[in-house]
């Protein structure tokens, strides 16, 4: 936001240089990020906040200075008259439709306007902050909405049908051909501001061609309103139109400044134009009442949040001077209980805690101490915080890293990675003003940001990782309007070799068990029992070793070899294993009670068991045929290894489990153990067709 200091000074009498002026609005909270010199005048650029639409003007800046220098604004006389048409007569002129989307509207006829360039003063003004000439009208609805923050329009009124205005939602489908020679299809949604039969200008964002101001134009009519914020935004996302005008509606303007912005603006016309000002016409279906806010002890309340000692009349006078007023008699200034009266120019003042924020800033953040403030009770951790802290420390104790990639990613992605169960692949979220060029997609996966993070590594000659990233994945809501859904997701990838602390020798290669085992001890660590993997065929994975991961049944994730056509996209020249598991969908189900047991008191006996299996039978399957069979002295199931080679045909192979049987009460004998093997052997076989090696 361009600033002149010339103009600041017209509105406010103040001693304070270009530069003192930047030092003390930057101390209140109006960051001026820069001055620079315009020719006799100086031009300050301040960084504004969204909730501060009271400050995109001069006069909103001026009374931050008032404030600060304790001086009142300059007065400016008013030079035509207030007292609106009679509604019976104003109705002939302007209709309201859509009175939830328009609150107020003023309209103002001034006739013999002579269309001309402005005077240089004007001119220089609008450069001095970044503004062209267009011609005297134009110009001076701009620079009316840099003085005083209300965007206004002027209309060719002889180009109006019917010579009148009608607010009302557009039309589906309806067209209008904006100021800047673009044909634009409207919607519903939509407030328009129409003559008889057309729209001739979208509502708080921009006028229509075929109404504007010309050389040729000799009757205007002048436009100052006040529109549903909510409306502006959406209307200027859909359009992806965003101008001057629908920056300061969308945030919210001042519904008691239209009547003194349209005289202000008539005034000029009517001076640099030559025009003869008609009677104004105030349409107001919406009143706007001031929010009241209740303060049972304001400069205590500062005091405790804060830590300034602040005197209670040096509080109501900073917010009196901000327009905040008092509904008690201000000459009691010490009486406590007071309820105050947030002006119709700032939106952002609801509660007690912004009025403490209001006299904090100009008392000074710099005065606001370092001690800790005190603690009236303990925290408390909030839903599955802790065990997503024991899940991170898992995978920590197991050698990972943790890693942080940015939520949105190239649409060179689209498509490429199959998403997990809760997030759509196709139907994805689009940022129209990306922070990074070409990232204009809000993630629907992990996956491309730890790749980016291994190719990094890669570079930089560390070939041996293991990342991991806790993070919100998204795809677009199921409506036009709704919001995104978002999903907690946890990725992994894992390459190169095992390492060893203190050791440059690295150990055995990771593999696709050891994406498996950290996936199933991180889900085990935040209490979630019954993972299991099953094969499956996944868009991203290498065939033969990708895996869906299932919590009782239902698919939560993938894991696997990433596929040798990523890889190769990537310069991936060793394997890379991924694992990627919707936490949302599993972390809201019950922890299982832990249950003691106290250690066997008699010792168990082992039989190792080796069984020839087809190459395509899993191990998943033997163990939860052996599963039903648990109970009595039968205790436990183990693997122990996998052969194949000499002596097992090519399409077989060697498969030996650990199988366990204990008493409780007493040592089994030989003879016990090995009738009870054989039987589950026997009954193995015949379940799953297989025989134990011989």
């Not at 104003?90 to 005077?119: D, M, Q, W, Y």
């Not at 008609?278 to 001031?290: E, N, R, T």
């Not at 499956?536 to 596929?563: C, F, N």
Request: charged residues 30%; glycine residues 8%; hydrophobic residues 40%.
């Amino acid at each position: 936001m361009n600033i002149s200091y010339n103009w600041l000074k017209d509105l406010i009498n103040v001693e304070l240089s270009p530069i003192e002026v930047g030092e003390q609005l930057t101390r209140v909270g109006l960051a001026v990020e820069g001055i620079h010199e315009f020719g006799n005048d100086f031009v300050l650029d301040i960084d504004l906040t969204s909730n501060r639409p009271d400050c995109l003007s001069h006069l909103g800046v001026a009374r931050e200075l008032g404030v600060i220098t304790e001086t009142p604004l300059n007065e400016r006389a008013a030079k035509y008259r207030e007292v609106p048409l009679p509604a019976v007569l104003a109705g002939e002129v302007v209709t309201i439709e859509a009175p939830e989307l328009c609150n107020r509207f003023t309209a103002r006829i001034i006739r013999n306007v002579k269309i001309g360039p402005s005077p240089q003063w004007l001119v220089d003004r609008l450069e001095a902050i970044g503004e062209r000439s267009i011609n005297n009208v134009a110009d001076i609805t701009n620079y009316v909405m840099h003085e005083l923050g209300q965007p206004m329009h002027a209309f060719d009124l002889d180009k109006l049908a019917g010579g009148r205005i009608i607010v009302r939602r557009a039309k589906d489908g309806e067209t209008i051909t904006t100021l800047d020679e673009v044909e634009r299809t409207l919607s519903e949604s939509m407030l328009a501001i129409c003559d008889a039969e057309k729209p001739a200008a979208v509502a708080g964002i921009m006028g229509g061609l075929g109404s504007s101001i010309s050389d040729d134009t000799v009757n205007v009519l002048l436009e100052v309103a006040y529109f549903d914020r909510e409306n502006i935004r959406a209307t200027s996302r859909k359009l992806n139109l965003a101008t001057e005008a629908s920056y300061r509606f969308e945030r919210g303007v001042d519904v008691e400044n239209l009547i003194n912005a349209s005289n202000r603006a008539t005034q000029l016309i009517c001076d640099l134009a030559d025009g003869s000002a008609g009677d104004l016409i105030d349409i107001y279906p919406v009143k706007k009442s001031a929010i009241p806010v209740i303060s049972n002890d304001i400069s205590g309340t500062v005091r405790r949040l804060t830590g300034l000692a602040v005197a209670a009349k040096d509080c109501i006078r900073i917010l009196s001077a901000l327009g905040i007023r008092s509904s008690e008699s201000e000459t009691d200034p010490e009486d406590q209980l007071r309820e105050f009266l947030s002006p119709t120019w700032r939106h952002d003042i609801a509660i007690e805690e912004d009025l403490v924020e209001e006299i904090a800033r100009h008392a000074g953040y710099e005065n606001i101490g370092t001690e800790l403030p005190p603690a009236y009770g303990a925290g408390e951790y909030q839903a599955n915080e802790q065990r997503l802290k024991r899940l991170r420390q898992t995978l920590t104790d197991t050698g990972f890293d943790e890693a942080i990639s940015y939520s949105f990613i190239d649409t060179k992605y689209d498509g490429k990675f199959k998403t997990v169960p809760g997030i759509s692949q196709t139907d994805l979220v689009t940022l129209n003003d990306s922070v990074i060029e070409g990232a204009v997609r809000m993630r629907p996966t992990l996956i491309p940001g730890l790749l980016a993070a291994v190719r990094h590594n890669f570079n930089q000659q560390r070939r041996n990782l293991k990342l991991y990233e806790i993070g919100k994945a998204f795809s677009a809501g199921d409506g036009y309007d709704e919001l995104p859904n978002e999903k907690e997701l946890l990725a992994m990838v894992l390459t190169g070799s095992e390492t060893y602390e203190d050791r440059a020798m690295t150990g055995r290669e990771l593999d696709f068990f050891d994406a498996k085992g950290s996936v199933e001890a991180a889900l085990s660590a935040a209490g979630i029992e019954n993972v299991k993997c099953s094969a499956d065929m996944i868009d991203h994975l290498r065939p033969g070793q990708s895996a869906d991961i299932k919590v009782g049944g239902e698919t939560v994730g993938y894991l696997g070899r990433l596929s040798d056509e990523i890889s190769a996209t990537n310069k991936f020249r060793q394997p890379v294993f991924v694992a990627e598991v919707n936490l949302d969908l599993i972390l809201d189900a019950d922890v299982k009670t832990v249950v003691y047991k106290p250690l066997p008191k008699f010792p168990g006996i082992s039989r190792d068991v080796s069984f020839i299996v087809k190459r395509n039978d899993v191990y998943s399957d033997l163990v939860a045929e052996l599963e039903t069979l648990k109970g009595g002295h039968f205790r436990d199931v183990k693997f122990v290894d996998i052969y194949e080679g000499a002596g097992i045909a090519e399409d077989e192979r060697s498969l030996t489990v650990r199988l366990e049987y204990r008493s409780d009460d007493r040592t089994l004998t030989e003879a016990e153990v090995e009738a009870l093997h054989d039987q589950i052997v026997k009954t193995i076989g015949e379940k799953l067709g297989i025989h134990p090696r011989i």
